[in-house]
């Protein structure tokens, strides 16, 4: 301690001073009688550590060199005996620093620390039998939960209402299929065919109908069902043809009639001759014995109007013929027939056809007792005077087809297609799908008449009335407007045929034209095509309307649900201008906008130009078609 009284330690080395804090004094609570025990304790094990980790140059010296004296009334702490620690008071720590010879107290506060219990009295709780029932009943009870709230997770994913995405459309649902033949060239070969590829892809075309290429006698009759005609090209001109399609994402089906073959076939030869497995590829029959003469066993008539029975001399039997006295029929009663044509199926298949569309195939069985037909009112020896129940539609007929159809679907995958180039009654295919299969039998089927038989006095009742019987029986028919015997440009003037194939074009369906529909309405065909890859119309609801006094057909294609706008496709049947009020249809506001007219629209002076058109005053060319879209008032609302 200095003169002045202040307490100091200090070490002289060298005639330098240097001050070192050896006090804390710390202020202490009233009460705990032991504290002042524990806590010399304490501060006795604190000091002996402090002394162990003071460097040498801190250790306090006298000046002359000797070891310095300890000061107990240094080191005292100022302590009342008798008091209790209360944990609501701070702990004062006080600090004594020298400074510049100086010494200064430091009081500052001691932060209580918080401890947690330490591993012995965990252990004693750990192994406590009550907590150790409480955590397993915790454990088990985390568990339950969890697996309920899982349960009732997957119960409102399984309970809950689907909002399923549609089925995406089969490659043969998207596009039209295009029917092409020979006289689609000028050269009339397979190789030039190929030339009309670039144009079909600009107008978003995917399927190609390649009619009938079959070797045939001069009748042009079926000679091989594995050859093609000569004058078309060869094998190879075929291939190259069918891979230049698909080049550009095209599919070809080959259009094939199985119900007969020419006279000059080998089947009918070896058939005729009676040998082997050919003696019954073909319907064969003995005349009536209790006539006088010779007679043919029924009275079953071609669909030209005469006998369906034609003798053959080297036999001395009848053979059938449901057409042409030159195309006997085929015996499919015969397994062996049904398998000779499974295995021209294949054929064509692996040369790279994706499907077929067979002809005459309402005739391939025929009553195996021959039984006669009964008549019904009408001209004595007219086809139509008989019930040909024994000769066509016959539920046999989809038993063949049936088998066929496993072929195309097993060669491509499944993904083949196999549907008929004529009409099929609803009626028919129900009963075939009722009772020869549970799954598709036909796909794109097909009741066209009304179509097929146009003529230029087409009605807005006639096409409603038909379009919607048939869309209440078939969810995806084909719409072919051409037929097989008169394409609809030989029975209507041409601006009218452009008008009907564009009205046809955005039928629920797939519609079915050939080169020469499409290609004179190049532009317009473009444009409304390539609508049929919206989900409004893939997936969209179909309404029909008569408009007008019965003057217009509409439709709309809309799907409210997918966001996308409206489609409308009008056509006028009458043979002056009329101004439509199309605001009178729910899912229609206030504006349309065009999309495409046929090219006799420009009638009468109507501007053409114009794309966006008051809804209620839309002004339509006679025979014209017309195509809108539109934005419902609910989606805006």
């Known amino acids: 301690m200095d003169k002045s009284g202040r307490l100091e330690d200090s070490n002289e080395v060298n005639g330098t001073k240097e001050s070192v804090v050896q006090a804390t004094y710390k202020k202490l609570p009233d009460e705990d009688t032991n504290w002042q025990q524990k806590q010399q304790q304490q501060e006795s094990k604190e000091e002996r550590e402090k002394e162990d980790q003071v460097p040498e140059s801190d250790t306090m010296v006298k000046q002359n060199g000797t070891e310095p004296e300890v000061d107990d009334?240094?080191?005292?702490?100022?302590?009342?005996?008798?008091?209790?620690?209360?944990?609501?008071?701070?702990?004062?720590?006080?600090?004594?620093?020298?400074?510049?010879?100086?010494?200064?107290?430091?009081?500052?506060?001691?932060?209580?620390?918080?401890?947690?219990?330490?591993?012995?009295?965990?252990?004693?709780?750990?192994?406590?039998?009550?907590?150790?029932?409480?955590?397993?009943?915790?454990?088990?009870?985390?568990?339950?939960?969890?697996?309920?709230?899982?349960?009732?997770?997957?119960?409102?994913?399984?309970?809950?209402?689907?909002?399923?995405?549609?089925?995406?459309?089969?490659?043969?649902?998207?596009?039209?299929?295009i029917h092409l033949d020979e006289f689609d060239t000028s050269t009339h070969k397979l190789k030039d065919m190929k030339d009309l590829l670039y144009p079909l892809e600009q107008l978003n075309v995917k399927t190609i109908s390649l009619a009938s290429?079959?070797?045939?006698?001069?009748?042009?009759?079926?000679?091989?069902?594995?050859?093609?005609?000569?004058?078309?090209?060869?094998?190879?001109?075929?291939?190259?043809?069918?891979?230049?399609?698909?080049?550009?994402?095209?599919?070809?089906?080959?259009?094939?009639?199985?119900?007969?073959?020419?006279?000059?076939?080998?089947?009918?030869?070896?058939?005729?001759?009676?040998?082997?497995?050919?003696?019954?590829?073909?319907?064969?029959?003995?005349p009536k014995s209790e006539n006088?003469?010779?007679s043919?066993?029924?009275?079953?008539?071609?669909?030209?109007?005469?006998?369906?029975?034609?003798?053959?001399?080297?036999?001395?039997?009848?053979?059938?013929?449901?057409?042409?006295?030159?195309?006997?029929?085929?015996?499919?009663?015969?397994?062996?027939?049904?398998?000779?044509?499974?295995?021209?199926l294949k054929y064509w298949l692996d040369l790279g056809f994706s499907g077929f569309r067979l002809e005459n195939a309402q005739f391939l069985t025929e009553d195996p007792n021959l039984l006669d037909e009964e008549s019904l009112r009408g001209t004595p020896g007219a086809y139509d005077s008989l019930n040909h129940i024994r000769t066509r539609e016959r539920i046999e007929n989809g038993q063949v087809l049936r088998q066929w159809r496993n072929v195309v679907l097993n060669v491509t995958n499944g993904q083949g297609l196999f549907t008929l180039r004529d009409d099929i009654s609803p009626d028919v295919l129900q009963v075939f799908n009722d009772h020869v299969t549970s799954g598709v039998l036909i796909d794109l089927p097909q009741s066209s008449q009304f179509l097929t038989t146009a003529t230029v006095d087409l009605s807005a009742t006639t096409l409603d009335g038909n379009i919607t019987n048939i869309l209440r029986r078939s969810e995806w028919p084909a719409w072919d407007i051409n037929g097989r015997y008169q394409p609809l440009r030989s029975r209507v003037p041409e601006?009218?045929?452009?008008?009907?194939?564009?009205?046809?074009?955005?039928?629920?369906?797939?519609?079915?034209?050939?080169?020469?529909?499409?290609?004179?309405?190049?532009?317009?065909?473009?444009?409304?095509?390539?609508?049929?890859?919206?989900?409004?119309?893939?997936?969209?609801?179909?309404?029909?309307?008569?408009?007008?006094?019965?003057?217009?057909?509409?439709?709309?294609?809309?799907?409210?649900?997918?966001?996308?706008?409206?489609?409308?496709v009008a056509y006028n049947s009458e043979n002056q201008i009329r101004l439509v009020d199309f605001s009178s249809i729910s899912d229609i506001g206030n504006e349309v906008k065009v999309i495409a007219r046929s090219p006799n629209s420009s009638g009468g002076g109507i501007d053409t130009t114009i794309t966006k058109l008051n809804a209620n005053a839309v002004p339509m060319a006679p025979k014209s078609t017309i195509v809108v879209s539109f934005v419902s008032p609910e989606a805006t609302a």
């Open 495 to 568: 601006p009218v045929a452009e008008s009907i194939t564009l009205m046809v074009l955005l039928l629920p369906g797939t519609p079915v034209f050939k080169y020469k529909d499409v290609i004179s309405i190049r532009d317009a065909f473009d444009e409304v095509s390539k609508k049929r890859e919206t989900d409004g119309f893939k997936y969209g609801e179909t309404k029909t309307y008569v408009m007008n006094n019965t003057q217009i057909f509409a439709y709309t294609r809309h799907w409210l649900k997918s966001g996308s706008p409206g489609y409308l």
């Open 213 to 286: 290429i079959l070797e045939t006698d001069a009748n042009g009759q079926t000679i091989s069902f594995r050859s093609i005609r000569s004058n078309l090209g060869t094998i190879d001109d075929l291939k190259s043809f069918i891979e230049a399609a698909e080049s550009k994402g095209k599919h070809v089906i080959l259009e094939l009639d199985p119900n007969h073959s020419s006279l000059e076939h080998k089947w009918f030869k070896e058939s005729v001759a009676r040998n082997g497995n050919y003696n019954d590829y073909y319907i064969w029959a003995s």
């Open 296 to 344: 043919p066993p029924n009275n079953w008539l071609s669909v030209y109007g005469d006998s369906a029975w034609e003798w053959n001399e080297q036999r001395k039997q009848y053979y059938l013929h449901q057409f042409g006295k030159t195309q006997p029929e085929l015996n499919f009663h015969n397994p062996a027939v049904v398998k000779e044509f499974e295995e021209i």
């Open 73 to 177: 009334e240094a080191n005292e702490r100022m302590l009342q005996d008798n008091v209790k620690l209360s944990p609501k008071k701070d702990n004062i720590e006080v600090k004594y620093v020298s400074e510049n010879g100086d010494a200064k107290i430091d009081l500052g506060t001691v932060k209580e620390v918080l401890s947690g219990m330490g591993k012995e009295e965990l252990m004693k709780f750990a192994n406590d039998p009550f907590w150790i029932r409480l955590r397993w009943f915790l454990f088990i009870a985390f568990w339950v939960l969890w697996a309920a709230m899982l349960a009732g997770a997957v119960a409102i994913v399984v309970i809950a209402p689907k909002c399923n995405s549609p089925e995406p459309r089969k490659w043969w649902q998207e596009s039209p299929i």
């Open 292 to 294: 006088v003469g010779r």
